[in-house]
């Protein structure tokens, strides 16, 4: 097989694991903190969005982050598969309370990638850059405002 087909093979096959998050774009929102610091986010509300997530993504701002909205209030799990940042993650309630955090979890290099899961169940994953969660001296139970709007089916 020739390199140009190779090439592009390689670039329609990249086409079409976004094809379902280029489809939804994506919804914006605010997440508000104590001490009146606030996160603009992007809201990750349908399946393919959630799925696709922060991948293949190189740099997301200090004032930057992705809201995982899901359906209902359940344990959820997180991988760093194909993401190139290192990560915090807050897990939050129905009315915003931070029920679990994870901190400084690092991209996956090598398959098989782990899963991390919230302690309880939950109805919001927050993902931010690593160090987040210390430098805000964020502790369980604090509740954040979100203020979003969800995508249209």
């Not at 349908?46 to 992705?66: F, I, K, N, S």
């Not at 809201?67 to 129905?94: C, H």
Request: a negative charge; proline letters at 6%; glycine letters at 4%.
């Amino acid at each position: 097989m020739n390199i140009r087909l190779k090439r592009f093979i390689c670039c329609f096959l990249l086409f079409l694991t976004a094809l379902p998050v280029l489809a939804d774009p994506m919804a914006k929102g605010v997440v508000s903190f104590a001490k009146d610091y606030r996160l603009d986010v992007e809201i990750a509300d349908t399946a393919p969005l959630r799925e696709y997530g922060l991948m293949h993504r190189e740099q997301l701002q200090d004032d930057q982050g992705m809201l995982f909205v899901y359906p209902d209030q359940a344990l959820r799990g997180v991988w760093m598969k194909n993401t190139l940042l290192s990560l915090d993650i807050l897990f939050l309630s129905t009315d915003g309370m931070i029920l679990s955090m994870l901190r400084n979890l690092l991209p996956c290099r090598q398959d098989p990638c782990p899963v991390y899961t919230s302690v309880v169940p939950a109805q919001y994953m927050l993902e931010v850059n690593s160090g987040f969660i210390a430098k805000h001296q964020l502790e369980i139970g604090q509740t954040v405002m979100l203020d979003y709007h969800h995508n249209t089916p």
